[in-house]
């Protein structure tokens, strides 16, 4: 059980620099739905959407290849450090040098709607610079990771965040105040100001990712210029099928978005994006979760491989994962009427606009339940250096994404791309637990995580459908599945809190 508090440790570090980074993004949501129309709200979507693709190109798959070889090259940690800095470093150069020259090219194809917008050259702009900052700073995050220093990396994490949010807040009601009450300063402002501009929020993003580079000049100053091109080619044999997975997986992420804006007629587009994405952000409380298990297990489950017991630990490490994205679905689920009020719109038929999505947030959390449960299996591939099914299992997860997007988009909008979200990831968890058990098995208590997961399907059910989303009825259901679990699992509980 040892491992197993180390672990828990590491993750509630993580877990509440998460929450704390994901909630100050989440106060935002009900600013931007409110500020920006449903149209608006749909451009800044896409362009997270493609950001989020584009970060997963220019990372190439180093972070978890920098974890993977630390392992295997304990004595030569430096080598390993420079070789998967250096690589990004390259990436992101040729990709900076190639974006900028075709930056209009870039915006006119990306832009929804039948009328050009000219600030969407400035937008893709804003965007490259953030993508170099950002593919800058993911091995020197990952160095802080396997070294252990999570309040380090919490630290600089939430600092990010807080620049973020902090000029946000200063361009959209700062400014506009001192402009209004004429304050010192007001005419210089009121000379370039551009009220309710959506590319602030992009500005902004810039400011934060400048930021937390400088915060991290103490890693990158511990970077040294030698390169092992010996070591470089095996890397890149293990990163290849983890980038096109890392690929293939935000495609899964994103790729609905964009399709929206692109396969529905202009106008509904945006809305329907909209609309879509400002209900994907009541999801985001179960995201936090996964994310925070993410950052810690990657590093512990790579130290931890060597022991005799690791298959156990990993067992029990997904029992209590599973439990956990359970308590937290159902638990969402039954108080959905209070977290609809963090998209309120400008008015009462914008806010009915936006709340019309609320049907699909069952079906994204569930996604999501999914989701974490791959990540939580994929551990197997990236242990044994079978990483090429990675490629296959995320690959047949984008296909499916990709083709289902296109069939039904046209016909059923943002509620197909939920079920299909849904889909692809139950394939891929299936898919990743079937051929985990073929290679590198471990003994994963099956029956009862199924058990788990289809009773929080029940109760989600009971209480979204049956008692339409009644507060009371929907926690009463919540309680009584939190306490058949703390019955059911009251031994491992006791020996995990070492209580008697």
Same mark, same amino acid.
């Given at each position: 059980m040892s491992a197993i508090k180390k672990f828990a440790g590491q993750t509630a570090i993580y877990g509440f620099t998460t929450v704390i980074t994901r909630f100050l993004n989440f106060f935002l949501t009900p600013i931007y739905v409110g500020l920006y129309s449903p149209k608006v709200y749909?451009? *800044?979507?896409?362009?997270?959407?493609?950001?989020?693709?584009?970060?997963?190109?220019?990372? *190439?798959?180093?972070?978890?290849?920098?974890?993977?070889?630390?392992?295997?090259?304990?004595?030569?940690?430096?080598?390993?450090y420079n070789n998967t800095f250096f690589t990004i470093f390259m990436l992101a150069l040729i990709f900076l040098l190639f974006s900028v020259l075709f930056v209009d090219d870039i915006a006119a194809w990306m832009q929804m709607g039948d009328v050009y917008d000219p600030d969407y050259a400035r937008y893709i702009n804003y965007f490259i610079y953030i993508l170099v900052l950002d593919a800058l700073a993911v091995i020197p995050f990952a160095k802080l990771r396997a070294d252990g220093k999570p309040i380090r990396y919490s630290f600089i994490k939430v600092l990010n965040i807080l620049t973020f949010v902090g000029f946000n807040i200063l361009f959209i009601f700062i400014l506009p105040l001192i402009i209004k009450e004429n304050w010192y300063g007001a005419e210089f402002i009121s000379s370039w100001y551009r009220d309710s501009w959506v590319g602030y929020v992009f500005i902004s993003n810039l400011i934060a990712s400048l930021i937390t580079l400088l915060l991290l000049l103490p890693e990158l100053f511990k970077l040294t210029f030698s390169y092992d091109f010996k070591l470089l080619k095996e890397m890149f044999i293990y990163s290849l099928p983890i980038l096109i997975a890392n690929i293939s997986f935000i495609i899964n992420e994103n790729?609905?978005?964009?399709?929206?804006?692109?396969?529905?007629?202009?106008?509904?587009?945006?809305?329907?994006?909209?609309?879509?994405?400002?209900?994907?952000?009541?999801?985001?409380?179960?995201?936090?979760?996964?994310?925070?298990?993410?950052?810690?297990?990657e590093p512990f489950f790579f130290s931890h491989a060597k022991n005799k017991n690791s298959g156990e630990t990993y067992a029990k490490i997904m029992n209590y994962f599973v439990i956990a994205v359970c308590l937290i679905f159902v638990f969402l689920v039954a108080?959905?009427?209070?977290l609809k009020y963090f998209i309120k719109g400008k008015d009462a038929a914008e806010q009915a606009m936006y709340w019309s999505g609320l049907k699909i947030v069952p079906i994204l959390l569930f996604a999501y339940v999914s989701l974490g449960i791959y990540i939580n299996l994929s551990i197997w591939y990236k242990l044994s250096d079978q990483t090429r099914y990675g490629l296959y299992i995320s690959g047949i997860g984008a296909i499916l994404t990709i083709i289902l997007n296109l069939i039904f988009i046209p016909q059923y909008g943002y509620l197909a791309s939920a079920w299909i979200s849904l889909t692809a990831y139950t394939v891929m968890m299936v898919l990743s637990y079937i051929w985990g058990q073929r290679n590198y098995p471990i003994p994963y208590n099956l029956k009862r995580n199924l058990v788990y997961l289809l009773s929080s399907l029940c109760i989600v059910f009971v209480a979204f459908v049956v008692f339409d989303r009644n507060l009371l009825i929907g926690n009463a259901l919540f309680l009584i599945f939190a306490g058949t679990i703390i019955f059911i699992e009251r031994k491992e509980l006791k020996a995990i809190f070492g209580l008697k």
């Open positions: 749909g451009i *800044f979507s896409v362009m997270y959407s493609w950001a989020s693709m584009l970060n997963a190109v220019l990372a *190439f798959g180093m972070e978890t290849t920098y974890f993977r070889y630390l392992n295997k090259y304990e004595n030569d940690k430096q080598k390993v790729i609905d978005k964009v399709f929206l804006g692109k396969l529905l007629p202009p106008g509904i587009s945006d809305q329907e994006v909209g609309i879509y994405a400002a209900c994907c952000k009541i999801a985001i409380f179960l995201s936090i979760f996964i994310n925070a298990f993410r950052l810690g297990a108080n959905i009427e209070l």
